[in-house]
């Protein structure tokens, strides 16, 4: 059981725009920034925001919000390139630990 | 461009020690204000953080492993390691070793290694 909850599956058409959640509390996404990964295919995972930024490389159809104790990752114009799982992670203080979501299968159809 | 790599046995025996090395290439671990980490993927599944150490050497161990875990670094090998004792098939799992970074309250896994699958098998 993953202290962090998103869905298990997600899907769009290219060029739509889809979003994905991740739920927490107030130990962890109410009080720490939250990072996503995505992970093609069982390679290694890469960073695709942390807290509201992009890192280097990521395209601008990529965005996050948060409300609470949920944070979302919109894409935007969705590319079949972006088929990939993609997980949420941050500090969680009660646990003393990383913790990360158990992750969003995105189907790009 | 800073690049990890992981190496170490793909097949341990249970009851035994687990140890993996990554290796850090094109960019210092110490003296670097970052975070390096192991993070690990049971076959079919997520994401487990297994811990940190930071360029001062204090460590972060996740408290379901800490226990049997150690880690440690080599400044002078510019390596970090990864220690687990008494290994059972729960621990069969895809090692990723990598970088974490902090940017302004946010913290996050900027550099990975390519991972390594160790298998806990007699």
């Known amino acids: 059981q993953s202290a962090l909850t998103q869905e298990a599956s997600v899907s769009g058409t290219v060029g739509q725009k889809v979003t994905l959640s991740c739920t927490g509390n107030?130990?962890?996404?109410?009080?720490?920034?939250v990072s996503w990964y995505q992970q093609i295919s069982h390679g290694a995972p890469k960073a695709v925001m942390f807290?509201?930024s992009l890192p280097s490389g990521i395209p601008d159809r990529f965005s996050g919000s948060k409300s609470g104790t949920t944070v979302s990752l919109t894409i935007s114009g969705l590319q079949p390139e972006d088929e990939a799982v993609y997980y949420c992670?941050?500090?969680?203080?009660?646990?003393?630990?990383?913790?990360f979501g158990g992750g969003t299968k995105l189907t790009v159809l | 461009q800073l690049q990890l790599q992981e190496s170490g046995p793909g097949l341990v025996k249970p009851s035994e020690t687990l140890s993996l090395t990554c290796s850090v290439s094109?960019?210092?671990?110490?003296?670097?204000?970052?975070?390096w980490g192991w993070i690990r993927q049971s076959p079919g599944k997520g994401l487990e953080w297994i811990g940190n150490i930071d360029d001062s050497g204090s460590k972060y161990y996740n408290p379901s492993l800490k226990s049997r875990l150690t880690i440690s670094a080599d400044t002078s090998k510019n390596q970090f390691s990864l220690k687990l004792i008494s290994v059972t098939a729960a621990d069969t799992a895809i090692y990723y070793c990598a970088r974490q970074s902090g940017v302004g309250a946010a913290d996050y896994y900027d550099y990975w290694g390519q991972g390594t699958l160790v298998t806990v098998s007699s």
């Open positions: 807290g509201n």
């Open positions: 107030n130990n962890n996404i109410g009080s720490y920034a």
């Open positions: 992670s941050t500090w969680d203080y009660s646990l003393s630990a990383q913790v």
């Open positions: 094109d960019g210092s671990i110490s003296r670097s204000s970052h975070y």
